[in-house]
Structure formats: C-alpha cells, structure tokens
C-alpha cells in the first residue's frame, strides 16, 4: 500500500500527518493522546462514583431499596451484549492488524454498531420507559406516594435513582458518540484508508469503545447488585 | 537513516486469546449475578468489586493491548486511576468523620489528665 | 506588514492571507495569536467588572451599584477572570506559540484538535458573554449550593454550560501538549535539555488533563439539579452542599496551579535570560514543577475548613497545604541565586520578572496563614483572602503574563516595542498593583468581609486607597496594549535573537516561518548554556570580571 518514491525521498504511507517525523512516532503519539483522553474520561466519571460513593456509605438502606427496583435481568444482559460488543470491536481491529479486506473490518464493526444499539435500545425500551411508568424517575413527580413502606429512606431512594439516571444516562450518551465514531470508521474504511501498516484510527476508537464497556463493567455491580438480592 | 515508511502492524494477539477472554468476561458477569442472590453479609460488596476488577483487568490488558504496551502507557493508566483514589479517599475522609465530635478522639480522653498536671 | 528590505523570507504570518486561512489554520502558532485576540477580549470584559466594583467600593455604603448588582459583578469578575482568561492565558497563547519551537518540532502532535479547541473556547466564551448580557449570574465564582440550584435566579445554567465548554477546550490543549512534549523532541532533546517554561507547561497540562473533567462533571451536575429538580445537594432531601463543594475544589484549587505554573515558566526563562547566567538548581525547579502539580491536588480541603467540613478532614488538608508551598519557595531560591552574580540588565521583561519574584513571595506567605487551620477561621471570608489571591494571580500570573508577552513579541511579530514605554508601564503596574491589594490586606485583618457591598465606615480610608490604586493599575495596563499595537506595524525590526538569549526558539527568524525552522534542529547542548567569564587567577581583584 506505501508506494517508495522513485525520486529518493522517504515514503509516506497514506493516513500520515507531516507534523511527524514517521508513522511509528504517529501512532505513539496518537495512542498516548487517546489513553490520556481516556485519563480525563476516568475522572469525568469518577465525580459522579465519588458521589455515588459519599452517599452510598452515608444512605445504605435507602440505596439498597433504590437498588431493588431495578430488574437485574435487564442489566445481566445488557453487560453480556457489552462484552460481545467488545470482542467484536477488537475483532475489528485485528482484521486490519492482519491485512484482512475492507469487507471483514467493516463487517465486525457493524456488528459492533448493532450490539451497541442494542444495549440501548434495551436500556430505553425495557428500563427507562418502565422505570417513568412506575414513577421512579426522579424529580417532581417521583411516586413517594405510591411506596409508604420507604419510610424515613424515601429521600435516599429518590437519591439513588438520581444517580442510576445520570450516571447509565452518561454512559448512554458515550455509547451514542461511540456509534457515531464508528460509523465514520465504517466509511472510512469503506474509502480504503486503513491498512495492517495504517490503522490507528481503528485502534484508538477501539480503545474508547472498550473504556465505556469497562464503565458498564462498574456499573453494573454498583447499581443492580446492592445489598444483595437475597 | 532508519526506515521511515514501513510500520509493522504492532503486536497481534490471536484470535484464540480474545475468545477466551470473551468468555471468560461472560462468566465472571455470570458469576457476580449468581453470587448477588447468596447472602454473603457484608462481603457481597467487596467480592462483587473485586470480579469487577478483575473483568476490568482482562478488558485493559488484552482487548486494548497494554499487555504489549510501553511502561509510559501503564503509567498514565495507573495515574488515571490513582487520582480517583485521592478524589474519593479525602471526600470521604471528611464526609465520614462529620460526627466523630460525638465519640470524643483519643487525645481528648488524655487532656484533662493533662491539664490536672499542670 | 513585513515592508522592510531585511524581511526577504515567508514566514507564518504572511504565509497565507485572508480570514479563512486564519479561521481554518492548523498552525500552531496562529492558533496561539487567535487565543491571544480572545483572552485580551476577555481580560477586557473582567477587568471592566473590576473598575465598576472598584468605584462602587469607594462609598460604605455603596457609590455605584445595588447590592444585587455587586454580586452579579464580583461573580462576573471572578468567573471571567479564571476560567476564561488566567486559566487559557499562558497556555493556549505562549504555550501554543512556542512549545513546538522550544522543543524543535515542526508543530504539536494534534493540530486540527488544537484549532478545534480555540472553538471549543470560543464556544464557551460566547456562553458566558450569553450569561452576562442576560444579566449575569450571582452567585460568586464559587456556585455554592444550595443558593446556586435552588435559589438563585440568574443565569446559572447557562454560564455553568459556558464553564464546562471551556473546560473541554482546556482538556484538548492539555492533552496536545503532554503528546507533543512526551513524542516531538528534536534529536538530542533530552528531558533534562529542556527549557524551564517546557516543564512548567507539562506540569500545568497534568493539571489540565486529570483535574479539568471534575469540574465538568461538577457544573454538571449542578445544572441537572437546577434543571430538574432533584437534590444532589439539596439537604432538604438528602443532599450534601459540601458535596459540591469538595468536587468543585477539587478542580478549583489545581486550577489556581494551572494558573501560577506557566507564570512561573516564564519567570524561569526571563531571569536566566536578563542574569545572562545559567539557571540555578535545574532540576530542581524541573521536580518542583511536577511537584506543585501532584501536592496541588491534595489540599483542596483548606478553601472549605469554616464550611462544615469536619474537624480531621481540615487537619489533613491543613498539613498538606504547608507542603505545597515547599516546591514553590524552591522556586523562588533558585530564582535569586540565579540573579547572584549575574549581569543582569533591566528591561522591560526583566522588571516583570523581578515584580513577579517580590510579590509572588508575599502572596505565597500570605497563603501560609490561610493554611493555618486556626487563623484561617478568623481570616476565611475576609479581604484577607482577596489580597493573598490577587498577589498571586495578578502579582505573580499576570506580571508573568506581560513579561512572557514582552519577551517573546519580538519573535512572534518580528518587531521591537519601545522598551521606555515597557518599563514605564510595568512600573506602574508594580506601583498600582501594591496601591490597590496592600490595603486589602490590612482590611481582611481588620475583618472586613469579601463580597460585601456595603461595608462599616472606618474602613473608608483603606478601600479609597485601593480604588485609587485600581485606577493606577488600569493606566499601566492600556499603555502596553497602545505601544505593542503600534510595534506591530511601526516597530523596528528585531532579528532572530533581540535578547541575546539561548534556547532554540532564538534560533528561528523572527517571525519564525510556518515549519519553524529552516532545517530541523539537532541539539546538543544544554539549556542556558551562556558564556562564563573567563575565570580571575587573582581571585578578590577589585574590578575583575567574575563568574
């Protein structure tokens, strides 16, 4: 795909950007500056755990029940669609490591488009819309009066959903720009840009991916396994 | 000069090892489901973290390559995380001493003994 | 612009011409001149805030203004002020212009992504702008719950989303530069080759990339609450005020280290260069650098010790913060040993630098007593804390702002500003500067309150003086505006090195081309490396020229 130039100056390979002395310096640089992305990322999300985290230890009760309204089912599966979401996304990859046409990357990266607009289509479909049908969504209209049994930890499961929304809320909206950055992998690749000695964008989009899996990773202990289910 | 054009494809990880993380990452999202519905007292917190963990090592070693990658990246991950335990550890070392007014501190037993010396 | 017979070479500025070439470059250092438009705009709207709080103050009961509008200025000042000029100011001008240059790169690592974050920016300017037409927001620069979610009725939303734009573009800058720092180096640039300023800015973008997205996720929240009514931090239904305030903090207080370090960077370039000495203690300012950046992260509590934080917790944070200022007084030692014996020359960046050095020190000491558990309970809320922050901020950040400006305009415009004017102007500055904050700190002492805009008459005497040196300080900042403008066209030419300074960005034209160097640099020496005198057999001759 490098074609040598005939006229003695160093070959460019497609995709290479001239601030750079070579591609090897290129996909260093270009891989630090994703996991430092990433970095940022990890504290973004770390706010909203730190306060998770402040207000679980001070709220146990109330989070536990907070916790059980939530149908475990739903988030099992969605942490299973994630992980295959994953493989294929490194799948993805690996087709353009090995020098694979552009017809099996971008298979495996549809497929990975399809499993994440799964998980939230599940998510929208069989929690969220449940979840304001129940009245458990939480702002002026939260159903305190539907569940006298809370008692004195009403507030606290109110508090609780707050952080089950925002925070699978955050998470979905980095799964939308996932699928967004993937689409344009798609056309990318479909343009021919990619090859075993040029794929960084694949890489490094793949590292995004795989990160929001490792938040759900979290999130799904966290919010769905409280207390126990006992 | 040293070649320019040419980058190898970095390192390639079998297709076998990605499927045995893959399930592997399926059965510890099994197992933290299953082990939620035993009562395990207060240890159902720490053990379903730790398979968490545990999935999150898998996750970060083979699927995004740092088993193969240079010390620079582990150290930017390791800080990555590092600065959330300093965000979380000193929040809560004030949310939780808010009331350690109520059960007085060690020093504040010893003071009157002190103060009798004096 | 370049109609002189010297000038035969392209360079970045008349490279391409029109507005798209500036609006769709991804040259670095048009992209820093595109920053410097934007902040100097910026400066122009907090400072304005200022000179109205200023003339309110004059009266104690108020010249000027409502009470209601005082607080909409001082949280104006305050909001525009920090995030949206101290906290770009060095960084994304100087820091864009030269970290390529310093290290010998032809750019940063991303350039498209350092256009997009001076939009970012923009974006997130227009936001604020958007807060303060409409009104602007009340609540200090602070956005303390409950007051901020519940109660207040200002633009809150809005100027926490302009926040938070602004704070990407942060990110993104950050993130340009710890790449390029960490992959760009020329051959033969080493760590420990690298200018001072290099470091400094790679500490400050640690800061960027690890404490900016909290303050994201902080405003936030913050915004969801106020949206939709739901209590993270409302006590009323379980909240914790002092939960906002931690996760703001935590941002906030790296953020003032985002906003002294860079400053820092420069002085460390501007006194070897005007000592024509090699820096004293390399690498220990180098570590004291990174070392301000870690420790800074671990003090945040001490803004919160009479806000209900518990008793422990201040403890901690109070050791802790005595520590921070461990690195920095390093700074400031090293500083002076370099001047020891150097021949040092007084021009106008050089004056900035030395300003930068005296009331660095005493806005740094005056952080010790705000520390101090104990005499912060008395000190918390007053003047006090207002004159130890503008110290800092604008007796260390901004006076090493103009002296970085005046340093480097020669190599950024290819032209010479008239160094009478400069120093006239950064004496004025040091003269207004102390005439308006001194008093300050004689009245938080006495315990006049910040935020106040009402205060008990026997403090009248203290708050004219301030005003009165407000005007002052204004004065020595519009005369460099007027003379470097004018430079710009009718300056003298100024050669590849005015300064006689080292380091390879005076290798370059001035202005540098748009590769910024004609062949690529390979370095082999160390930074600073100024001739030494021939050493005197006789050692105490009288006259003798000594190292």
Not at chain 3, 299 to 328: K, N
Not at chain 3, 331 to 336: D, E, L, Q
Not at chain 3, 383 to 393: C, E, G, L, Q, S
């Amino acid at each position: 795909m490098s074609e040598l130039a005939a006229h003695g100056a160093h070959a460019h390979p497609p995709g290479f950007a001239h601030q750079f002395e070579d591609m090897a310096q290129q996909k260093e640089a270009g891989t630090l500056g994703m996991w430092a992305f990433l970095v940022t990322e990890i504290l973004f999300f770390g706010g909203m755990f730190t306060a998770y985290i402040i207000y679980r230890s001070l709220h146990l009760p109330g989070f536990i029940t907070g916790s059980h309204l939530l149908v475990v089912k739903f988030g099992a599966i969605n942490t299973a669609v994630l992980i295959c979401s994953s493989l294929t996304m490194a799948l993805a990859i690996r087709s353009a490591q090995t020098g694979k046409g552009r017809g099996t990357i971008i298979f495996w990266l549809i497929l990975t488009m399809i499993l994440g607009a799964t998980f939230l289509g599940l998510k929208f479909a069989f929690e969220w819309s449940k979840d304001y049908a129940e009245h458990i969504v939480p702002g002026a209209y939260f159903g305190f009066q539907y569940h006298p049994s809370w008692g004195a930890n009403a507030p606290y499961v109110q508090m609780f959903m707050c952080f089950y929304f925002f925070m699978t809320g955050l998470h979905a909206l980095h799964m939308v720009v996932g699928l967004g950055i993937l689409a344009v992998l798609v056309g990318m690749t479909a343009a021919n840009k990619f090859s075993s000695q040029y794929y960084t964008p694949l890489e490094i989009s793949g590292l995004y991916w795989h990160f929001v899996d490792i938040v759900w990773i979290f999130l799904f202990p966290l919010l769905y396994l409280i207390g126990g289910r006992y | 000069m040293s070649d320019h054009g040419e980058h190898g494809p970095g390192h390639i990880v079998p297709v076998g090892v990605y499927v045995l993380v893959f399930l592997a990452l399926m059965a510890g999202t099994a197992l933290t489901t299953w082990i939620a519905y035993i009562n395990l007292g207060p240890w159902n917190t720490p053990v379903a973290l730790t398979i968490a963990v545990c999935k999150m090592l898998l996750v970060v070693l083979f699927f995004m390559h740092v088993k193969y990658a240079t010390g620079l990246t582990r150290v930017v991950i390791i800080c990555g995380f590092f600065w959330l335990g300093i965000m979380i550890t000193l929040s809560l070392s004030d949310e939780l001493t808010r009331h350690w007014e109520l059960n007085p501190a060690p020093w504040n037993v010893i003071l009157p003994f002190i103060h009798h010396l004096f | 612009m370049n109609d002189a017979p010297a000038a035969s070479s392209v360079n970045y500025l008349n490279a391409n011409y029109g507005i798209r070439s500036w609006l769709l470059t991804t040259d670095h250092k048009r992209i820093g001149l595109l920053y410097l438009a934007v902040i100097t705009f910026m400066f122009l709207i907090g400072g304005s805030a200022a000179v109205l709080m200023r003339l309110h103050l004059v009266e104690p009961q108020g010249a000027l203004v409502e009470p209601d509008t005082y607080n909409k200025l001082f949280s104006t000042h305050g909001i525009v002020m920090v995030f949206f000029f101290l906290v770009p100011s060095i960084p994304a001008t100087l820091g864009n212009f030269l970290i390529p240059i310093m290290i010998g790169a032809r750019d940063v690592a991303f350039p498209r992504l350092n256009l997009m974050s001076w939009y970012i920016f923009v974006a997130g300017c227009t936001l604020g702008m958007i807060a303060i037409l409409s009104g602007g927001v009340d609540t200090g620069w602070t956005f303390y719950p409950p007051y901020s979610s519940l109660y207040a009725h200002t633009p809150v939303v809005t100027m926490a989303m302009g926040i938070f734009v602004a704070g990407f573009s942060s990110i993104l800058t950050g993130l340009n530069f710890v790449v390029t720092i960490h992959k760009m180096r020329a051959p033969g640039m080493t760590w420990f080759r690298l200018p001072l300023f290099i470091w400094a800015l790679y500490a400050t973008s640690l800061i960027f990339i690890l404490g900016t997205p909290v303050i994201a996720v902080t405003v936030l929240l913050l915004g969801l609450e106020r949206l939709f009514h739901v209590g993270i931090f409302d006590p009323a239904v379980g909240g914790d005020p002092l939960l906002f305030q931690h996760l703001f903090w935590f941002y906030s207080h790296p953020a003032v280290y985002i906003m002294i370090l860079p400053s820092m960077g420069v002085i460390s370039e501007l006194i070897t260069a005007f000592s024509r000495k090699k820096v004293f203690g390399y690498s220990m300012i180098a570590f004291s650098s990174l070392a301000i950046a870690i420790i800074s992260f671990i003090v945040w509590g001490h803004h919160m010790f009479v806000t209900g934080q518990s008793v422990y917790a201040g403890l901690v944070f109070s050791v802790l913060s005595f520590m921070v200022a461990i690195p920095s007084a390093i700074k400031v030692f090293n500083w002076t040993a370099t001047l020891y014996k150097g021949s040092i020359s007084y021009q106008a960046p050089m004056l900035y630098a030395l300003g930068f050095i005296g009331l660095f020190t005493m806005g740094g000491l005056t952080g010790l007593f705000l520390a101090s558990l104990a005499t912060d309970v008395h000190l918390n809320g007053t003047y006090f804390v207002v004159a130890h922050f503008h110290y800092i901020m604008v007796g260390g950040a901004l006076m090493g702002y103009l002296g970085g400006i005046h340093f480097w305009w020669p190599k950024i415009t290819g032209r010479m500003y008239p160094d009478l004017w400069a120093r006239l102007a950064a004496a004025i500055v040091f003269v207004g500067f102390n005439l308006t904050f001194f008093p300050q700190f004689v009245l938080g002492y006495l315990g006049m309150p910040r935020r106040y805009a009402v205060y008990p008459a026997e403090f009248q005497v203290l708050n004219v003086m301030s005003s009165a040196g407000a005007s002052v300080l204004a004065v020595g900042y519009v005369i460099p505006l007027v003379y470097l403008i004018w430079s710009m066209r009718y300056g003298p030419e100024a050669g590849r090195n005015p300064w006689g300074a080292k380091g390879l960005e005076w290798t370059t034209p001035s202005p540098p081309p748009t590769e910024n160097f004609e062949t690529p640099p390979i370095v082999t020496e160390d930074a600073y490396e100024y001739p030494v005198a021939a050493e005197s057999t006789y050692p105490n001759a009288p006259g003798v020229a000594r190292v």
